[in-house]
Structures are given as C-alpha cells and as structure tokens.
T-cell receptor, first 116, second 115 residues
Framework: AQKVTQAQTEISVVEKEDVTLDCVYETRDTTYYLFWYKQPPSGELVFLIRRNSFDEQNEISGRYSWNFQKSTSSFNFTITASQVVDSAVYFCALSETGGNNRKLIWGLGTSLAVNP | NAGVMQNPRHLVRRRGQEARLRCSPVKGHSHVYWYRQLPEEGLKFMVYLQKENIIDESGMPKERFSAEFPKEGPSILRIQQVVRGDSAAYFC?????????????FGQGTRLTVV
C-alpha cells in the first residue's frame, strides 16, 4: 500500500537558519509522482513542486531545494536561509496510479515555525 | 484565469443540519477531487468525479455524504445530518485530465464547523 511519512511533526528554527523537512514514501508502483505543498496559516494549499519517479535530479528554486533519492524512498525539502514567511505546515504527497483514478496520498505534515 | 473557487470559505452548521459545499473548477477542467482535512491531520481523499460521473468514491463515508459534478455548474459535496466529527476543512482540486503528469489545482477550502 502507498504511504507517506513525515516524521517531523514540528520544527522551530531561527530566521536565516537552513532547515530540512523529511519525507519518506512507500509504493509498489514504478511510475509515480511526489509533491510538496505549503499550507500557510491562512489555510490554502500552495503547490511547490511535482517530481516524477524517473527524474532523480535534485531541484533548486530560489531558497528551496529538493533531494529525491529512490534508493531510500525519500523526497526531502530544504529551505535555505529561512524567513518568517516560511512559517507554515508543509505536506508531502504521493500520487497513486490505477486506471482513470488519480488521488494523492498525503503525509501528516510538518509544522515549521521560523522565529525572528 | 480564475483558479478553483470554493464557497463558502467558512460554514457553521448545527448538528442535524445539512451542509452543501461548492467547488467551481478551473475553466476547462473536467476532473474534480474532494479531500478532507481533519484537525491536526493531513488530507484524506474522499471522491473523484468527472462531469456527471463518480469515478472513485472509496474515501467517502458510507452514509450522509454525497457528491455530484453536473454537466453545468459547480461540483457539490453534500453532508446530511451533520455531526461534530464532520468539522474539518474540505478541499476541492481540479485538473484537466487524470494522468499522473497533470497537476491538480486546489481551492482555498471550506472550513465546516458543526456546533
């Protein structure tokens, strides 16, 4: 069965620190997608990244970077030089295959607090 | 281009009342997904619909919950005879197709509070 584990429930850092959010997934599918979403205090879900299972290249977008390692079934997310505005709950998710169905399996989220 | 629009943003219902949550997908999107986020938890898939068809409702509670996506108009998630345990944030997402490489766009959610 597919599963996404975000072992860190809460993380608190001081502004400008680097922080890594862990995500470990389980799937038997050979083709799948992994996602990260941000949920700020206002509650909406903000899409950050989608990564397919055949592309293990790390991705960098500004202060954000993602490390995808199939060997360890991990898709970790690093924020460099964190800012107060990064405070949010971050969710990792896995897309499930199966015919015409496509639904996301979500981790429980990591609540990040960046303090000034 | 408008994104996924959900309304209302906040909904308060007394126990036993009905709750109707609306989701207007991105223009041109024919696939809609509903997710529920209970307090302090991640999102859980509820139902996947295409226009006029329910494709997968494996995440829907067996009773009191129903969903539709008519040919015209928004998708509706309906909860009859609400109970306190239904209090949650309900998110709708839409996509142009069902392929894995199609991104689902999420609405801002409807926060249902049952008192």
């Amino acid at each position: 069965a597919q599963k996404v584990t975000q072992a860190q429930t809460e993380i608190s850092v001081v502004e400008k620190e680097d922080v890594t959010l862990d995500c470990v997934y389980e799937t038997r599918d050979t083709t799948y997608y992994l996602f990260w979403y941000k949920q700020p205090p206002s509650g909406e879900l903000v899409f950050l990244i989608r990564r397919n299972s055949f592309d293990e290249q790390n991705e960098i977008s500004g202060r954000y970077s993602w490390n995808f390692q199939k060997s360890t079934s991990s898709f970790n997310f690093t924020i460099t030089a964190s800012q107060v505005v990064d405070s949010a709950v971050y969710f990792c998710a896995l897309s499930e295959t199966g015919g015409n169905n496509r639904k996301l399996i979500w981790g429980l989220g990591t609540s990040l607090a960046v303090n000034p | 281009n408008a994104g996924v629009m959900q309304n209302p943003r906040h909904l308060v219902r007394r126990r036993g009342q009905e709750a109707r949550l609306r989701c207007s997908p991105v223009k041109g999107h024919s696939h809609v997904y509903w997710y529920r986020q209970l307090p302090e938890e991640g999102l859980k898939f509820m139902v996947y619909l295409q226009k006029e068809n329910i494709i997968d409702e494996s995440g829907m509670p067996k009773e009191r919950f129903s969903a539709e996506f008519p040919k015209e108009g928004p998708s509706i998630l309906r909860i009859q005879q609400v109970v306190r345990g239904d209090s949650a944030a309900y998110f709708c997402a839409s996509s142009p197709g069902s392929g894995l490489n199609t991104e689902a766009f999420f609405g801002q959610g409807t926060r249902l509070t049952v008192v």
